[in-house]
């Protein structure tokens, strides 16, 4: 039974740092495109971050307009473990952040889909204080 746990959610104030895991269990993210969503209350679901590999390459990054050059994610082949650095956060990244995991390629806006992706995590909630 594959299940992703999200860790490393809290308040924190404006402008500073946090930094999110996902383990797996019962897959590997080797190999796979691995993303993280984020739903704030009233909101729907959004796309953050993207990472995917292939054979060919280092594969390639996406990121959400409104963390580029913020946010970062990352992945530890060891721990099979995804993380999603987040830098000078704002009030406006409150919400919960899920990761999830796909057992098929994507790329480009295919990578931001929800629909792309088959397992998920159960989420952490990130709170930003002004």
């Known amino acids: 039974q594959v299940q992703l746990a999200e860790s490393g959610g809290g308040l924190v104030q404006a402008g500073a740092s946090r930094r999110l895991s996902c383990a797996a269990s019962?897959?590997?993210?080797?190999?796979?495109?691995v993303a993280w969503f984020r739903q704030a209350p009233g909101k729907e679901r959004e796309f953050v971050a993207a990472?995917?590999?292939?054979?060919?390459?280092?594969?390639?990054?996406y990121y959400a307009d409104s963390v580029k050059g913020r946010f970062t994610i990352s992945r530890d082949n060891a721990k099979n473990t995804v993380y999603l650095q987040m830098n000078s956060l704002k009030p406006e990244d409150t919400a919960v952040y899920y990761c999830?995991?796909?057992?098929?390629?994507?790329?480009?806006?295919?990578?931001?889909?929800?629909?792309?992706?088959?397992?998920w995590g159960q989420g952490t909630q990130v709170t930003v204080s002004s």
């Open positions: 999830a995991a796909a057992w098929k390629y994507c790329s480009n806006y295919g990578c931001s889909l929800p629909s792309s992706y088959d397992d």
């Open positions: 019962g897959r590997t993210f080797s190999s796979y495109p």
């Open positions: 990472r995917t590999w292939s054979m060919w390459n280092t594969g390639s990054t």
